[in-house]
């Protein structure tokens, strides 16, 4: 902020406004802009069950969308301009895939609940995280996949109240 402040009184501009990445709970502790407590209606209301026709759906929607990223990246190399949408679908890789079908299975035994860690996807993919977190900003950016971060409000006479992040409850649904 130093560096930006100097830069701007220098170039006699005004430094760039500090976007909002959240907020304090009533407790003092950060939590994420746009974070729900667990147990609320908010939560309850982003969950959406999947029928085993829906998730088939999804799954035959995920496959297709794999083997038109792999058609589009022959077709990159070999020189086609592609499209922003095109462009976007090259990043949809087999990770991608994997993870997706795996959130599918969750969310189908677990009726819609589907609160997996990034540790937890990790696990069941041997992926690092960095992948797992470009894998499910890919499926969020295509449109399979969307989530809403949580947070734990609780109370002890140790720490006394406090608020903490917890995982994304996620959802999936068919892309435009």
Not at 31 to 60: N, Y
Not at 109 to 131: A, D, N, Q
Request: contains cysteine; proline residues 3%; hydrophobic residues 30%.
């Amino acid at each position: 902020s130093q560096v930006g402040h100097t830069t701007a009184q220098i170039m006699r501009t005004r430094p760039p406004a500090r976007k909002s990445t959240g907020g304090r709970h009533l407790t003092g502790n950060p939590v994420w802009a746009g974070s729900v407590q667990t147990g609320e209606d908010e939560e309850r209301e982003f969950v959406r069950p999947i029928s085993k026709d829906q998730c088939r759906s999804l799954r035959h929607a995920c496959r297709r969308i794999l083997d038109k990223a792999r058609e589009l990246a022959r077709q990159s190399r070999a020189g086609t301009a592609l499209t922003v949408e095109q462009s976007r679908l090259l990043d949809f890789t087999t990770s991608c895939h994997e993870i997706y079908l795996r959130m599918l299975d969750e969310l189908s035994y677990r009726k819609g609940w589907c609160v997996p860690s990034y540790e937890t996807v990790m696990g069941w993919t041997g992926l690092s995280r960095g992948t797992v977190y470009n894998a499910l900003n890919t499926l969020r950016s295509i449109g399979l996949l969307d989530w809403t971060r949580r947070f734990i409000y609780s109370q002890s006479k140790e720490h006394g109240a406090r608020s903490e992040q917890t995982s994304n409850l996620y959802r999936a649904h068919l892309p435009e």
